[in-house]
């Protein structure tokens, strides 16, 4: 346990609503990052933050922003909600051995 | 583009046999290689690392790097019912913090 949690844990939504996602770390990781997981396509890398108000895109940006104001939270902001953004999204952290990442738990978001 | 291809499965095996599971990466910069655990609904858990070509053994787990190859396997001996689950291998360039690229992931089905 990496001292990891988001909320919410699941959460409907309809298309066109904005929607944030809380990731919360309890262990002052610099690191922190943001991934959706949907069948056939595996773990795909949406925004990542290297430290406060420091963050960059990942492989799957568009339609997301990020916010980190401060070092223990890091939210995810789906500014108008469309059904083919329902999907599981996790976040991670980088450990204290570089490069090693440990995951949340997850929330399921379905888009209607 | 980054790639990392793993055989979807699943993979099955009896109980008490060897599992396995293998991945390959497609950018040879990568430097570190990661094998995570996935059961159904649940979030992925780290298993192993592995920086250097050769193997890296932990308890039941064996880790194998091909770098030449571009190569990365995991072992798993006298396989459970219990290890029944998705397994996600990812690579990263080690370049002082993570952007992990995963692949889809093999699951895994141990017949008792």
């Known amino acids: 346990d990496a001292g990891i949690t988001q909320s919410p844990r699941h959460k409907v939504t309809e298309t066109g609503t904005p929607v944030t996602l809380r990731c919360h770390q309890t262990e002052n990781h610099r690191y922190m990052y943001w991934y959706r997981q949907d069948p056939g396509h595996g773990l795909r890398l949406i925004h990542y933050s290297y430290g406060v108000k420091d963050t960059d895109k990942g492989e799957v940006s568009d339609g997301y922003s990020v916010s980190r104001s401060k070092t223990e939270d890091f939210l995810l902001t789906l500014e108008s909600a469309t059904s083919s953004q329902t999907s599981v999204y996790f976040c991670?952290?980088?450990?204290?051995?570089?490069?090693?990442?440990?995951f949340g738990p997850g929330t399921r978001l379905t888009v209607l | 583009q980054k790639e990392v291809e793993q055989n979807s499965g699943p993979l099955s095996v009896p109980e008490g046999a060897i599992a396995s599971l293998n991945c390959t990466y497609s950018d040879r910069g990568s430097q570190s290689f990661f094998w995570y655990r996935q059961y159904s609904g649940k979030s992925p858990e780290l298993i192993m690392f592995?920086?250097?070509?050769g193997d890296k053994e932990d308890g039941r787990f064996t880790a194998q790097l091909n770098k030449a190859s571009q190569y990365v396997s995991l072992l798993i001996r006298d396989s459970q019912p219990s290890d029944s689950a998705t397994y996600l291998c990812a690579a990263s360039m080690n370049s002082g913090y993570s952007t992990l690229t995963f692949g889809k992931g093999t699951m895994l089905l141990v017949s008792p």
């Open positions: 592995i920086y250097s070509n």
């Open positions: 991670a952290i980088t450990g204290t051995l570089t490069d090693t990442q440990y």
